[in-house]
Each structure stands twice: as C-alpha cells, then as structure tokens.
C-alpha cells in the first residue's frame, strides 16, 4: 500500500485535537540531545517512489547471500541447514501466516495443536518432562533461566562458562544488569587452548550459586565434561542451565539425562533459514517440580465438553496476564510462526532421519577438521570431540585467511575475533549435511593453495 502523507491542514487538525500548538510541543518530552534538527550529513537528495525503488534493487543487487551466493562455512550461531519445501508451504498457508496469540482457544485450536506439538518434540528432545511454547531465541530464553533459577533457589550468584557464546553472555548481562545479580565466569582450561572449560577451576568467589550454565556443544564447538559439571554445580546447591544447539542433540546425549535442570537453545537449526540473524526462537525445558517459575506459557491438552480433545492455554505467567508481583516475566511473544515452521520441521524429518541428519553433520565436520588440521600450520585448538563445529589456530590472521578465501567464492568460517578479545588467529567453521564432499574438497584446496603461497615451507 502506497503511504499517503498528512497534509498540513492535517497536522493542523490532529494537534488541535489533542491541545497541543505545533509540533515542536508534541516531541517536547523527547531530550534535545535525541532529536534531529537538519538532516545527517551526507544524505542524498529526495527521491521519487520511482528512483527510490530502482536504488535500493541496485543496492539489493551487491549483495551475495552467504547460502547460495558463496560456499558458506559460517556457524557461530546461525547455521545453513536443509528446509524441505513442505515447511514453507505449510507455513504460508493463511491461517498458519496470520494466527496471533491465542488467547481465545474456542478459535484457536490449530494454533495451539502446533505449539503443544512442538512442546512435546522439545520435551522429547532434551529427555526434560515440561516445555514451553517458545521464547524469542537462544540467548534470551538462556536470561529467562538465570531468572528462573533465581526464583527457584532464591539465591543470587549465576556462574556463567567461559566457553558460552559471548553474545549470550551480552543478553544474559543486559537482563540482569539492574538487578542484585552476582555473575561470575567459570574459567577455560588452558591445556585445552581456553576451548574447554577448566574442571579443577570453580571461581572462588562463589558461594550458594544460583545456577551454573553449561553449553553443550560450546561456543568453540567443543563437547565439555557435562556431567562432571553438573555434579560439581549439584554439590553446591545450584541449578544447572544447559545451552544446547537442538540439532546436536540428534546423537549426542540430552541435557536431561547428564543432569541439567532447565535446557535451553537457539530453535534456528531445525527448521528457520539464516534470515540475516533472525526472527528466531528459542525453546526452554525443565524439571515438573518448576513448571509455576516458568516464563512464557504453556499449552495444555483436555477435552471439552462432548469428550473431546481440546487445547488450551494452560499457565500464562506474564505480567499482562496476572498480577504484576506474581509474574514471572515480561516476555510478549513466543515466535509463533517460527515454532510453527520448527514444528513442521521436526515432524517431517522424523525420528530415524533426524539422527541421520546428526550423524551427516558429524561426518561432514569431522572429515573437514580432519583435512584442514593436516595442512601446514594449521592445528584444531582443541582435541576434544565436536559435533559440527571446531576451532582452528591459523599460521596468519584469520581475518585475511577468510577474506582471501571469500573471495574465491568460500566462507571460510568465523574470525573470532569478530566477536570479542579472542586470538587473531582463531577461525571458527562449521560444516553442515549441506556440504557435500566437492564442497569440503574446494575448500581445502583453496586454503592449500592459499598457505603455500603466503607460508611457504
């Protein structure tokens, strides 16, 4: 729809409607130092609908997209997975593409089978009896544990690893940075190149924790000593937060076996596409006995009336909801739409070929790593196992290694230092089922060619 602009017998009319004289008295609240008085230097002239449309599709046109425009390597995060086409399609469908918050269930049942259904698959996934409907993504369904946690427990200390992604560590400290939170960092073990964390090394300056998170694959894409975490995080009367890629948990074990109390995750890899970092969702799953200090809400199956099988909004425990002093979050959204299309994913995959799919990206990665680490200089920071990601230490700057690989049409994978104080040299790549083996040999080549003319010898 084209936008029509208000004309200044418009503007005229609504101010005198709601008593207020010009314009500059409307945005009065707004500080001065927030407000633009000329336009930003540098701004082209107006444009006609016409010209602005012709210059954003040449801008659209610079654009590569890393799946497709390049052989992408890229993880860290957001991953390149296979979506069969049936997901789209069922995602476009109209009634699927408009639903909203299902508040009333009488017209709302399909939207609430798909979020129950994707409850039990993220319960049946972490082998956790209780899930929600769906949170805005990884890194804040992790914050919403920590306070989880804290409301369990009633303590403050949160230990967050070394080896979480940094980006999480960023939400988790931007939720809680007004509270009476204490959070400390587990550090990594330094035989292990800092990729793992460090057993013998619990930070001292916690007490009565909260909560200990584990990532599980780590940020690195190493596997940790899960289980000897959590004992050690038991020991102390805490709760133990898994941070678990879903896809990993194809074949590796769930957080609820190895003794996490609430998992949560990034929802991305099973289902959305990379959509230039999002919308995502996340999933969270813990034990019965905290099912009340959940945020979000939870679908519940019944029957009504004529004894038939109904859903319905079980617990709603947001501040909109109940009383404010009773809620256990803010939170206003559970990404609907994407967990429906996670949903559509996990169902259409299934059981056999969703461990099938893990045991590709194991191979895939493995076979990479393998190839990689025996060129000369190149070494994996780690020798832990991974799932389908690892870390390599490069014999230059991996911030020079990718950009002479990109441009041979390869991604190489993540310069870390793109993300924080890590080594110059350290270069995360991923490598999916979406790499076939002419793809992982194209890669090694060129960084082959690349190293003998840059390093030789």
């Known amino acids: 729809m084209a936008f029509i602009a208000s004309t200044e017998g418009d503007v005229r009319e609504m101010l005198a409607a709601i008593g207020v004289g010009d314009i500059e008295a409307l945005f009065a609240d707004v500080p001065d130092s927030l407000r633009l008085k000329a336009p930003p230097e540098g701004l082209p002239p107006a444009l006609s609908e016409y010209e602005m449309l012709r210059l954003m599709r040449q801008r659209a046109a610079e654009n590569r997209p890393a799946a497709g425009g390049y052989v992408s390597f890229l993880g860290g995060g957001a991953y390149e997975h296979f979506i069969p086409a049936a997901v789209h399609a069922l995602a476009q469908r109209g009634e699927i593409l408009t639903a909203y918050t299902p508040y009333q269930p009488e017209a709302s049942q399909g939207t609430l089978q798909i979020i129950y259904e994707f409850q039990s698959m993220v319960g049946a996934l972490t082998e956790l009896p209780v899930a929600n409907a ?26 967050l690893p070394a080896t979480l992604h ?55 894409g190493y596997l940790e000593e899960a289980r000897e975490i959590a004992a050690q995080a038991r020991e102390r009367g805490a709760l133990v937060l898994a941070v678990a890629n879903p896809m990993s948990l194809s074949v590796l ?94 169902a259409l995959i299934g059981k056999a070929g969703f461990v099938q799919l893990g045991r590709l990206n194991l191979d895939s990665a493995g076979r990479l790593a393998a190839a990689l680490s025996a060129l000369p200089g190149v070494e994996l920071l780690c020798a832990a196992p991974f799932f ?51 793809d992982l040999d194209a890669y090694v080549a060129a960084a082959r060619e690349l190293l003998n003319r840059t390093h030789p010898g």
Not at 134 to 159: C, F, I, K, N
Not at 271 to 300: D, Q, S
């Open 253 to 346: 074990e769930p957080p609820g076996a190895w003794g996490a109390d609430i998992a949560v995750g990034e929802c991305q890899p099973i289902g959305l596409p990379l959509h230039f970092g999002g919308p995502y969702a996340g999933y969270m799953a813990c034990r019965r006995e905290f099912i009340r200090k959940m945020p979000g809400r939870i679908v519940g199956r019944t029957t009504d009336a004529l004894g038939r099988t109904a859903f319905v909004l079980t617990l709603q425990t947001r501040e909109q909801h109940i009383r404010r002093e009773r809620a256990t979050s803010n939170i206003c959204t559970n990404q609907g739409l994407c967990a429906a299309m996670v949903t559509f994913w996990l």
């Open 134 to 159: 769906s949170l805005y993504d990884g890194a804040s369904a992790l914050a919403e544990a920590v306070l989880m946690a804290m409301r369990v427990t009633g303590r403050r200390q949160v230990v």
């Open 166 to 220: 940094p980006n999480y560590r960023q939400v988790v400290e931007s939720y809680t940075g007004r509270l009476d939170v204490e959070l400390s960092t587990w550090p990594a073990d330094p035989a292990q190149g800092g990729a793992r964390l460090d057993l013998a090394a619990w930070p001292t300056e916690v007490r009565d924790p909260a909560a200990v998170v584990v990532a599980q694959p780590n940020f690195f």
């Open 388 to 438: 389908n990601e690892f870390t390599l230490r490069l014999p230059m700057p991996a911030e020079s290694f990718y950009e002479a690989l990109r441009e041979r049409g390869v991604l190489p994978g993540l310069p870390l230092s793109r993300l924080g104080p890590y080594a110059p040299d350290l270069l995360l790549v991923c490598a999916t089922e979406t790499k076939l083996p002419a």
